[in-house]
């Protein structure tokens, strides 16, 4: 399984960016696709993450700013970034939980990575 992220980029304070990320390989069940992020010195943190379902949880400093959707059958994770603070600079990473078709019934899915994407927001 492979997560390729991609949209991350250079914005100016109150500016939008829209994050992708797409799963490819032998995936059985995605059951949550989502996004975290690493600032420079702090640990990761989730941003937000959606089930197959839909059900969507967001981190507090993002709520009503950020936007997560899923369009499932391509397993692939969007993140519209609107209002961009100087705080939200960081890289970004796709993380997936997935049963993959091989896997033996029963085992819990695995998280998956992407590569990460650079957000810097600067004036």
């Known amino acids: 399984v492979q997560l390729q992220a991609s949209g991350g980029g250079l914005v100016q304070p109150g500016g939008s960016l829209r994050l992708s990320c797409a799963a490819s390989?032998?995936?059985?069940?995605?059951?949550?696709m989502g996004w975290y992020r690493q600032a420079p010195g702090k640990q990761r943190e989730l941003v937000a993450d959606?089930?197959?379902?839909?059900?969507?949880r967001y981190a507090d400093s993002v709520k009503g700013r950020f936007t997560i959707s899923r369009q499932g059958a391509a397993n692939t994770v969007y993140l519209q970034m609107d209002g961009l603070k100087f705080d939200d600079t960081a890289v970004y990473y796709c993380?997936?939980?997935?049963?993959?078709?091989?896997?033996?019934?029963?085992?819990?899915?695995?998280?998956?990575w992407g590569q990460g994407t650079q957000v810097t927001v600067s004036s």
């Open positions: 959606i089930t197959n379902a839909g059900s969507t």
């Open positions: 390989g032998n995936i059985f069940n995605n059951l949550v």
């Open positions: 993380k997936a939980e997935i049963i993959t078709t091989d896997q033996p019934m029963g085992v819990p899915p695995t998280d998956y």
